[in-house]
């Protein structure tokens, strides 16, 4: 159900879709911190998740900004859990725009072609290790060069062709002058692709989201609005990120994480809104698209410290399968002791 719904109808609101979270589904790695995990069946038949890892030995934050790379991991079913297959796109040299870093993610087809859109960086100085921590003011480099990038395949398994530039650069004294991350793409059955994508004017400043377009996934990617989206009023478009966005016949549809809980009455609970051009966009009645409150298949209920980057499984134009990074604690990313990304089936739409 819709707010404002004089032209768009939901058979069945999206957080009554959410079914058990799957006990041993997922992807975890001993070693490694796991995050940002997105999800697409490939040719051979199988899941294949490309998800974010850096070594456990360091800490999950900062060092994601500096020792991230994704990595391909496979299952038989959508649940998993999934195996560990490859490095896809590791660091490869800090002359590249995206050669010591590479971030979020998410996996989509347009014809025969994969599309792995991510963020990537680089920086100056050698790459942090247990033994030699990364200083304050590189974290600030590593961060501040941040960008969307797009590496595509004709075969899930790869080779994987990065771009020597980013597809979305920041704009220098506008709103989106720092960073662009985040990449939240939906790609169209024609090629084109409506990208919605993070950034902020500088470090400690308020993260918005904006909206870019492009005719066809190679770019070029122009903003469709100077100014940020997901102003709801409510937020005063100053709490949203990890937007996930899709293409529902004549609309598109998202799921973002409400970050101060503003819009669905939760903190970090996620909010479901529609929009007709990707710019204009309305929350849905009621609002709340998830909870970090979960009801596993073995009849637990846990509350989750993260639940983060929302990413879908869609097949047959038809959302399947919640992926969210999460992991142990009450909370925060410097008390956790473990990460993985997990998968929530989702109930069938009413016809």
């Not at 993070?198 to 918005?208: A, F, N, V, W």
């Not at 503003?262 to 849905?284: F, K, L, M, P, T």
């Not at 409150?293 to 097949?315: A, C, K, M, N, Y």
């Not at 969210?324 to 016809?351: I, Q, S, Y």
Request: glycine share 12%; with cysteine; proline share 7%.
């Amino acid at each position: 159900v819709y707010a404002s719904a004089k032209e768009a109808v939901a058979p069945l609101a999206f957080g009554e879709r959410m079914g058990l979270a799957q006990v041993g589904g997922g992807f975890a790695m001993e070693d490694y911190w796991v995050w940002c995990g997105s999800v697409i069946r490939g040719e051979d038949g199988k899941y294949h998740m490309f998800a974010s890892r850096w070594p456990k030995e360091l800490a999950f934050t900062p060092n994601w900004m500096t020792n991230s790379e994704i990595v391909r991991a496979v299952a038989d079913t959508p649940e998993g859990p999934y195996t560990f297959a490859e490095v896809v796109l590791p660091a490869r040299g800090k002359d590249y725009w995206d050669g010591m870093m590479s971030h979020n993610p998410t996996i989509h087809k347009a014809g025969d072609t994969y599309l792995l859109f991510y963020t990537g960086s680089t920086y100056g100085f050698p790459r942090p290790t247990k033994d030699v921590p990364v200083t304050e003011d590189q974290r600030h480099e590593s961060n501040g060069n941040q960008r969307i990038g797009l590496a595509t395949a004709k075969s899930v398994f790869g080779p994987w062709e990065r771009r020597d530039q980013p597809i979305l650069e920041v704009r220098e004294g506008e709103w989106d002058s720092f960073i662009t991350t985040n990449p939240a793409p939906c790609v169209r059955d024609d090629g084109s692709v409506l990208l919605i994508y993070k950034s902020k004017t500088g470090l400690g400043e308020t993260l918005k989201l904006g909206v870019a377009f492009a005719e066809h996934y190679s770019g070029p990617y122009k903003r469709l609005s100077d100014e940020p989206i997901f102003d709801f009023g409510k937020a005063a478009n100053k709490g949203v990120e990890d937007a996930y966005v899709w293409w529902v016949g004549d609309h598109y549809e998202a799921i973002m994480k409400d970050m101060t809980g503003a819009i669905c009455g939760e903190h970090h609970g996620g909010i479901h809104g529609w929009s007709r051009d990707g710019v204009d966009w309305i929350v849905s009645d009621p609002p709340k698209a998830y909870s970090k409150t979960v009801t596993w298949s073995d009849g637990r209920v846990t509350t989750q410290g993260q639940f983060e980057r929302p990413q879908l499984l869609i097949e047959n134009g038809v959302p399947t399968h919640l992926f969210v990074a999460t992991g142990d604690g009450p909370g925060g990313f410097k008390r956790m002791t473990r990460t993985w990304n997990m998968v929530v089936p989702l109930n069938a739409p009413k016809p």
